[in-house]
């Protein structure tokens, strides 16, 4: 089959696949993977030279880690270092002693279980940052600490790659000249990547944007993260390493952006083809031949692995949801173990037949990733959520003078302000992941949902002189409107809405003060936007208020009409003539003011 044809396979495979799988629920992953195994050697055999696609398809692991360096900044990194060293120290070793120890027991030498065990104990890079990036989940507490995890075993693995020869000699390979002069080369080359990306890159990134060629600094691009892997890996390093690196030198530069549009396209199409090569190298005769060995193998590696990580982000003062999250995502093996299981098996420290039943395990491990991060969100994070049984947290009788339901980023900053007033407050939250994290911090904030009766009665809400509605849900915002309308009637309501329709909501429950969260942002910008075009700061400012008072009007008389769909449509016509007339005035006001002459003439 020419290269040509080949590609064809490929497209239509994952065409057909991960628009499938998607829609079923299970992720773009679980669809590459399955896409791989039908048109692999084991299925229908129409590729069969796996390793140089698999080789080749890494380009797509190596751009991924390129994307996240631009994407993480040095002093975010930097603040990750506890979790990369600490963490990911305490998963690969704590993980690595039983998975080797079980291997030992099952029939390996010492050294073949050490390799089986650390290599079991390495979990997919490409696999869990897709998972994660496809929920959103790359920036939550539980996607920082797996790509610290992750980070801390893709730089794991390169002594281990590297102190292969000498586990193969049993040691009588250990030359310390030698070493010294690996390790200097190996020190040279990332200083020489360091220095000359902070010192190189971005001048040259300036002389090929100065030519207005696109595909030329494109292909720029491509040459600065394809040359930084090429530079690592001749020193015997992962390729990864030296594209992460470049794109970390890359995160504060005016060209983040641009690189990381220019990237998508080929990162996407190249993670999916390895996701595929993945699928096509999974031994199916191993697996149907010896199904309760291999699955058995997986399961217990998936349990162990989810056990041990669940525990350490425990330790580490995660709550429950974000430590089930963190165990669901990386208890799978990894594309790093399918390298050092090939590696032991050239130099003869595991047998080939031993490392095809370790890959096939992995393999299995990764297809069942989608699944168990799927069964987390829908089970194990609800029953998280009802935090133990407890109905709520009991609330000390303290008078406060004001309740704050809702504690998220909108609650904390109406916190902040009253604490500066020296203004007592109660808190009030129904996520639990969100008041464990909180009270990290020193704040005193409870859980149970406002909608409770009891909660706002043990809360103080009929000796309170002020409640403040911070809600983000719009419906769980309204229940608790309705309660506090229902049984606290004389007590005022400062509510947050999100847009109109929350706000004519929260009207009907006689809320007095409501602040529509993206209407006063958007108004703030607008102003900012003004004045960085030439407007005086009191024009501006003057304008916003203008319009903030205007949009208030129609927002009244919207409320009035806000049953007849006609009449609110008309309204809104009529009060964007109004509205233009307003500023018309005003312009050729301001027009008389900075210029008195031409009023006079």
């Not at 990194?77 to 990911?88: N, T, Y």
Request: glycine letters at 10%.
């Amino acid at each position: 089959m020419s290269l040509l044809e080949e590609t064809a396979v490929f497209l239509a495979a994952a065409v057909i696949a991960v628009p499938l799988f998607r829609r079923l629920g299970f992720g773009s992953v679980l669809g590459y993977l399955a896409a791989g195994v039908v048109i692999g050697p084991y299925g229908l055999g129409l590729i069969s030279n796996v390793d140089n696609i698999l080789h080749f398809a890494e380009i797509g692991v190596v751009l991924l880690l390129f994307i996240i360096g631009l994407e993480l900044q040095p002093s975010r990194l930097w603040i990750l270092r506890h979790h990369v060293f600490g963490l990911g120290t305490a998963q690969v070793v704590a993980c690595a002693v039983p998975l080797g120890l079980a291997a030992w027991w099952l029939g390996l030498h010492p050294i073949g279980a050490g390799i089986a065990g650390v290599g079991l104990a390495l979990s997919s890079t490409a696999f869990v940052l897709q998972l994660l990036a496809e929920r959103g989940q790359l920036t939550a507490q539980h996607g920082r600490m797996a790509f610290a995890v992750l980070l801390f075993q893709d730089l794991a693995v390169l002594p281990l790659l590297a102190a292969m020869p000498l586990l193969a000699a049993g040691g009588a390979g250990l030359h310390p000249a030698a070493l010294l002069l690996n390790a200097s080369t190996t020190l040279g080359v990332l200083a020489a990547i360091v220095i000359g990306g902070h010192y190189l890159l971005r001048p040259v990134l300036r002389t090929v944007a100065a030519a207005r060629t696109q595909e030329i600094f494109t292909a720029t691009a491509l040459l600065v993260v394809i040359g930084s892997a090429l530079a690592v890996e001749a020193v015997g390093l992962n390729m990864g390493l030296g594209a992460f690196l470049a794109g970390l030198l890359l995160a504060d530069s005016e060209f983040r952006h641009e690189l990381e549009a220019n990237i998508e396209p080929f990162k996407g199409l190249l993670l999916g083809l390895f996701f595929i090569a993945v699928g096509m190298s999974a031994n199916l005769e191993l697996v149907l031949g010896h199904p309760g060995r291999v699955l058995g193998l997986a399961a217990g590696l998936l349990a162990l692995k989810s056990g041990v990580v669940f525990t350490l982000a425990r330790l580490w003062g995660q709550p429950p949801r974000t430590a089930s999250a963190l165990a669901a995502a990386l208890p799978q093996g990894g594309e790093f173990g399918f390298v050092l299981f090939t590696a032991a098996v050239l130099r003869g420290v595991i047998a080939q037949g031993t490392a095809d039943l370790l890959i096939a395990v992995v393999t299995v491990s990764m297809a069942a990733t989608p699944l168990l991060v799927l069964f987390n969100e829908r089970v194990l994070w609800s029953r998280f959520d009802r935090s133990a049984g407890r109905p709520y947290d009991e609330v000390p009788d303290e008078h406060a003078p004001v309740i704050v339901a809702g504690f998220g980023r909108f609650g904390q900053v109406v916190g902040r302000m009253l604490r500066l007033a020296h203004i007592p407050f109660t808190a009030l939250e129904a996520n639990p992941s969100q008041v464990d994290f909180v009270r990290r911090f020193g704040t005193r904030i409870y859980y149970g949902d406002p909608a409770r009766l009891d909660l706002l009665r043990a809360a103080g809400t009929d000796r309170a002189r002020a409640f403040v509605l911070a809600i983000d849900d719009v419906e769980s915002s309204v229940r608790v409107a309705e309660t506090v309308r229902g049984h606290f009637p004389h007590l005022p309501v400062y509510a947050r809405a999100r847009n109109r329709q929350h706000a004519h909501r929260l009207m009907d429950l006689g809320a007095r003060v409501i602040v529509r969260e993206t209407f006063e942002s958007s108004l703030n910008l607008s102003e900012q936007l003004l004045i960085g075009l030439g407007w005086k700061v009191a024009d501006a400012r003057e304008a916003a208020v203008r319009f903030r008072e205007h949009d208030e009007r129609l927002l009244a008389r919207q409320y009035a009409v806000r049953h007849d769909e006609q009449a609110v449509i008309q309204s809104a016509r009529d009060a964007a003539a109004e509205l233009e007339g307003i500023f018309e005035a005003d312009e050729l006001r301001r027009r008389g003011r900075d210029d008195p002459g031409s009023e006079a003439g």
